[in-house]
């Protein structure tokens, strides 16, 4: 039996206590010797009787580590007397730094302990909570390669730091009242409250109705009481989008229908933002004019502090930067922008080294992959390139493959808006630093116009990289499975092989070779992105009828207006066809009235998903047809039914509306799934993998999941990654690597 060695564990051991544990299992098992940091490993040399005991308890490590592996050796030289932490080396970058984690319990529980010395300190934390990959600057993980450099322990907490009985035992993060981050509240002139409790006066102010910018762990939030919320959606020009909420955690129930899961994901140390289910659907419209609301429950200590003093249960609290732009982290840049927005800026003096927004969840899908969750790291063999994948355009982020692994960042934006193209070059400059990462390859979306595709370009350029581009519906199938399936792509907008755009798209094959084998009626989009603005343009679009054009004469167009549509579509002038399931759902809600003007992505999508959930579905014919070796699915058919069945309603009925958008959005999910089901009958295929942004939309992928099922085919949908377009990076480098090592 084994009684000396030196032990490697390579994976997530940075930023997780990991040499503490180790000290703490060494003393417990009787055990000399050593632990280091070595870039992204640690090296643990140990010598005792139970030093198979010892290997088997660090090779589970810590609540927040991911062990790839542990390797064992032997080490002949002396073991010193007892066991020592060894200051940090350098060494193998293959792991990555542990997203930043909600504040733990027993860090809440001394913030209110009135004895102890962290009572009302708001950035206490441990070994085990509080930031990580935002105050990250280098690796391997010490405090001297943090944020939280610039702030020298005081006798108390370097006390702390150095014993291997405290639960802060080498926590990078340690601070107190004495040597710590400090709060301030300032006015929109830049004057300091002269309280000497910022956190108590800042609850003040938000019951009296003030709107604050609040400095976050990863950049700053507006907060509001909900009776402000609509001063706070005029001041920002969001009249109509919904707002998330933080709540008190006893009076959410209050609020929303919340299942076991959705209860697991809010208390988890991710503490994401959860899309609920109202309990009643007309409440809280000024937050949330949906059947929906994203809630969270506070993550922080200054949250904590702050529930603790607020009169009210909730708080509006959403992201201070415009949406799609990056997320606001100084208190300069908070002042220049917000200062028309907010009344007050509660500030501390942390740098935020890396950006992180909220992370979002619905029916425990991925929305937002961000904090807590991201820089997510999944294991995939790809072959030896190093592969950068630079997203998609909307809702984008980063990944980067080496190694047997892929890391994904956090949520980047919209990387049409320049600042956020400048973001997403610097978290993918951030990551491969911390990573070590020498790019061979780079893999983007397919379109030639995006401002990520010419980033992609450059950096090839400059560096004599190969480019791989990935057409955006086959990354999201990459992202989902690499067996073979039938693969269902449903969202926006996707640049197609034909130069069209896409979004209704069902694939055959494995990836890298996904052949298009059905989809969508094809549609013009007059005006091409003003038909996304205003949808009942592509109400046109898919009935070019004359029943249209007066029906949109007696909601106030022009007559000059309608004659110019009308030209338009038969001159096809920038007219670009699509297939694209989102703007089908935009055109049916533009018919039903339900929104005819798009002030945020998603918003026809979503109020038409409102609408229907409030009605009950019935089945209607589908038509199908083949063109060129697809199956069709007739769109125009089904938006012929809403028109019939809209004619035939009695003004002002709400119920026949909400039923009329409820069989809608059944008949569209059936007929996808149609299309799926007799491509996998076809194709020989037993698994359908479903991706897309639509997925979100309970009532289409629920149906669509169930067809599938009653024709005896798995339906996969990867969990790990949003649906949405936050999978496409990843998608981007499995579909490159798989290509690459066809070569092979």
Not at 367 to 372: A, H, M, Q, T, V
Not at 547 to 561: A, H, M, T, V
Request: hydrophobic residues 35%.
């Amino acid at each position: 039996m084994q009684k000396k060695g030196k032990i490697t564990v390579r994976g997530i051991v940075q930023g997780v206590g990991f040499r503490p544990f180790v000290y703490t299992q060494a003393q417990a098992l009787e055990i000399s010797g050593t632990v280091k940091n070595l870039g992204s490993e640690v090296e643990i040399i140990a010598a005792g009787d139970n030093f198979e005991k010892f290997r088997e308890a660090v090779s589970r490590g810590p609540p927040l580590s991911r062990i790839d592996s542990v390797d064992v050796g032997g080490f002949s030289d002396p073991v010193p007397d007892g066991f020592y932490i060894l200051p940090s080396g350098t060494g193998s970058l293959s792991g990555m730094i542990p997203p930043d984690v909600a504040t733990c319990d027993e860090c809440i529980s001394d913030i209110f302990k009135k004895t102890g010395r962290y009572h009302r300190y708001w950035a206490t934390s441990c070994v085990n909570c509080g930031p990580r990959y935002s105050i990250i600057n280098e690796l391997p993980y010490d405090r001297e390669r943090t944020s939280m450099a610039e702030f020298s322990l005081c006798p108390a907490c370097a006390q702390e730091y150095s014993d291997p009985g405290c639960r802060r035992h080498h926590a990078q993060t340690i601070a107190c009242t004495e040597c710590g981050p400090r709060l301030t509240l300032i006015d929109t002139l830049g004057n300091k409250a002269e309280g000497l409790d910022p956190v108590r006066e800042a609850a003040e102010l938000l019951d009296a109705g003030r709107i604050l910018a609040m400095h976050g762990v990863g950049g700053f939030h507006i907060a509001c009481i909900e009776e402000s919320a609509a001063e706070l959606k005029r001041r920002l020009g969001r009249i109509e989008q919904p707002f998330a909420i933080m709540v008190r955690p006893d009076h959410i129930d209050r609020i929303a229908d919340v299942s076991r899961q959705e209860r697991l994901n809010l208390e988890s140390h991710v503490h994401p933002i959860v899309v609920l289910k109202k309990r009643d659907r007309t409440a809280h419209e000024s937050i949330s004019n949906l059947h929906t609301i994203g809630c969270m429950l506070p993550y922080t200590g200054l949250h904590h502090l702050l529930f603790s003093y607020l009169k009210h249960p909730l708080l509006v609290m959403t992201s201070a930067n415009m949406p799609g732009y990056p997320m606001i982290t100084d208190r300069d840049h908070a002042m220049a922008g917000l200062i028309r927005d907010v009344d007050f800026f509660l500030v501390h003096n942390r740098k935020i080294v890396n950006r992180c927004d909220d992370s979002v969840i619905r029916d425990n899908y991925i929305i937002r992959l961000s904090r807590g969750i991201a820089p997510k790291r999944t294991a995939i063999r790809l072959g030896n390139h190093c592969i950068l994948g630079v997203g998609p355009e909307l809702n984008a982020n980063a990944t980067i493959y080496r190694n047997d692994f892929t890391i994904t960042s956090p949520h980047v934006g919209n990387v049409r808006n320049p600042p956020t193209l400048e973001y997403l070059q610097e978290t993918i400059r951030n990551m491969q630093r911390l990573l070590g990462a020498e790019f061979d390859v780079i893999a983007h979306d397919l379109h030639p116009r995006f401002l990520s595709t010419r980033f992609a370009r450059e950096i090839a350029s400059e560096h004599g990289l190969e480019l791989v581009p990935v057409q955006h519906h086959r990354a999201h199938i990459a992202a989902t499975t690499t067996e073979p399936c039938i693969g269902i792509a449903i969202d926006g907008v996707g640049y197609g092989d034909d130069g069209t755009v896409w979004g209704g798209e069902i694939f055959s094959g494995q990836v890298p070779d996904l052949r298009r084998v059905a989809h969508l009626e094809p549609a013009a989009m007059p005006g091409g992105d003003l038909a996304t603005r205003y949808p009942e343009r592509m109400l046109y679009g898919i009935l070019p009828e004359k029943q249209i054009l007066s029906l949109l004469s007696d909601r106030g167009w022009s007559g000059i207006e309608l004659g110019l549509l009308e030209k338009q579509l038969v001159m096809g002038f920038n007219v670009p066809t699509t297939t694209s399931t989102g703007r089908v759902l935009d055109a049916a809600a533009a018919l039903l009235g339900i929104c005819r003007e798009r002030t945020y992505d998603g918003e026809p999508a979503m109020k038409l998903e409102s609408a229907a959930s409030g009605g009950h579905a019935e089945p209607w014919d589908l038509v199908f047809s083949m063109h060129e070796g697809c199956e069709i699915l007739s769109t125009r058919s089904l938006m012929k039914t809403v028109y019939s069945r809209l004619q035939a309603a009695p003004e002002g009925d709400l119920r026949v509306i909400h039923d009329i958008a409820a069989s809608f959005q059944y008949n569209l999910a059936r007929g996808i799934a149609r299309l799926a089901v007799n491509a996998a009958y076809r194709e020989g295929m037993t698994k359908i993998a479903l991706s897309g942004g639509v997925v979100y939309n309970h009532a289409i992928r629920e149906t669509i999941k169930k067809e599938i099922a009653a024709h005896d085919y798995e339906c996969i949908i990867n969990a790990d990654y949003p649906p949405g377009d936050g999978c496409v990076s990843f998608g981007q480098c499995v579909y490159a690597g798989k290509l690459l090592g066809q070569r092979t």
